[in-house]
């Protein structure tokens, strides 16, 4: 009868050493998450039954994944320590654990399949790399040991025990671990090591997301132009401006908050703001701007897509707009949940030429980085 394996991966961390805001589990790999490429490499080395032991944080996202795949889902712990124990108690009944970490996607088959082979025939499987940087020992008075690199190796994971070894292993240790492989040796047990791979990598800090996807940012631009009419309000940014005129159109006319709604849709390949908000249709009928730069935003985000930074020019012969920009690079960073760092804008006239500089209408221009954050959802 053959061993029945279970799959312990281990995603209930923070990941705010890469400095995305979320959990790095949710990057995209192309089409997936770092998530979904980790089990599916598991799945697709012929070892389906997993449990994603996780952050309770994260429980809807993780479960969107789960679900499809049929994934076990437990809550991991304060420490790497109690979740792997967390996960253990969940593969009860299992003759194989595996465990490994859910950020490192880039696993192989054959590093998985040796890493199960080995806990069957000698009760544990290692994946590990020899060390190839000189290692120095720092001692706390300072005096320094030369490490012989021959004797290092660089663990990583999966790593492979029989389940009732390591549970008992488990079961006695007390502190916190940064491997299983400590647990396991700390419990008098010798492990076995496998051939690990450099390609094996563990996403940790922001330098390890570089280059993983050819498409992470997109550039979109946008423009808009309305006439000055008396009667109106003038509002730019979501700023009320005193001038004797105001921007005419179907909704309230901010030109600003319109190019760079514009801007946003443009670089997620989105229909631009007069198809979202038609002026045919009346509920937009002087609508504030601002809100529907919002709405609009959101559409961006479910393309799997935040702001990086905005840039934008104001073209207006009067009034003099210095004085307010401060005030709209607050309303636009906040409408785009973003620093006001990430938004600058700038004024200018058009040295009295043309329709801005008969001050018979005020344009403006925006350009907008977008970040890939996530797959769509």
Not at 22 to 32: Q, S, T
Not at 109 to 127: F, L, M, P
Not at 274 to 296: C, E, N, Y
Request: net charge negative; with cysteine; charged share 25%.
């Amino acid at each position: 009868m053959s061993e029945k394996v279970k799959i312990i991966i281990l995603c209930a961390g923070v990941g705010k050493r890469t400095g995305l805001g979320y959990n790095k589990l949710f990057y995209p790999l192309g089409a997936k998450t770092v998530l979904e490429t980790t089990a599916d490499a598991f799945a697709d080395a012929g070892f389906g039954d997993i449990v994603f032991v996780i952050n309770p944080a994260d429980e809807a996202a993780v479960r969107e994944i789960a679900d499809g795949r049929g994934i076990c889902v437990v809550y991991g712990g304060a420490t790497r320590t109690e979740s792997a124990r967390n996960g253990l108690n969940a593969a009860e009944g299992c003759d194989i654990a595996v465990i490994h970490d859910g950020a490192r996607p880039f696993v192989s088959a054959k590093i998985i399949r040796d890493s199960v082979e080995s806990a069957k025939k000698y009760g544990s499987g290692i994946a590990a790399v020899a060390a190839v940087d000189t290692v120095k020992y720092v001692g706390g008075d300072g005096k320094v040991v030369t490490l012989p690199r021959s004797n290092l190796i660089c663990t990583q994971t999966p790593q492979s025990f029989r389940y009732g070894e390591i549970k008992a292993a488990y079961g006695k240790f007390e502190g916190t671990a940064t491997d299983d492989c400590e647990v396991y040796e700390k419990a008098d047990y010798t492990p076995k090591f496998v051939e690990g791979s450099a390609e094996n990598r563990k996403i940790t800090v922001a330098e390890d997301l570089h280059g993983l996807n050819p498409d992470e940012s997109k550039i979109g631009v946008g423009f808009d132009v309305h006439p000055l009419k008396e009667g109106r309000r003038l509002i730019l940014g979501g700023v009320d401006i005193p001038h004797r005129l105001g921007l005419d159109g179907h909704s309230d006319a901010d030109v600003l908050a319109h190019a760079v709604t514009d801007a946003l849709l443009s670089a997620a390949s989105l229909p631009d703001i007069g198809v979202i908000f038609p002026d045919s249709d009346m509920k937009f009928k002087d609508a504030d701007s601002i809100i529907l730069m919002q709405t609009a935003y959101k559409r961006v985000l479910s393309e799997g897509y935040r702001v990086g930074n905005v840039s934008a020019v104001i073209m207006a012969q009067k009034p003099k707009l210095a004085g307010f920009i401060p005030l709209m690079r607050k309303r636009i960073a906040e409408a785009l949940g973003t620093d006001t760092d990430n938004v600058n804008i700038s004024a200018t006239t058009t040295e009295n030429l043309g329709i801005v500089g008969e001050e018979k209408g005020i344009a403006a221009s925006a350009t907008c980085l977008l970040k890939r954050t996530a797959h769509k959802f």
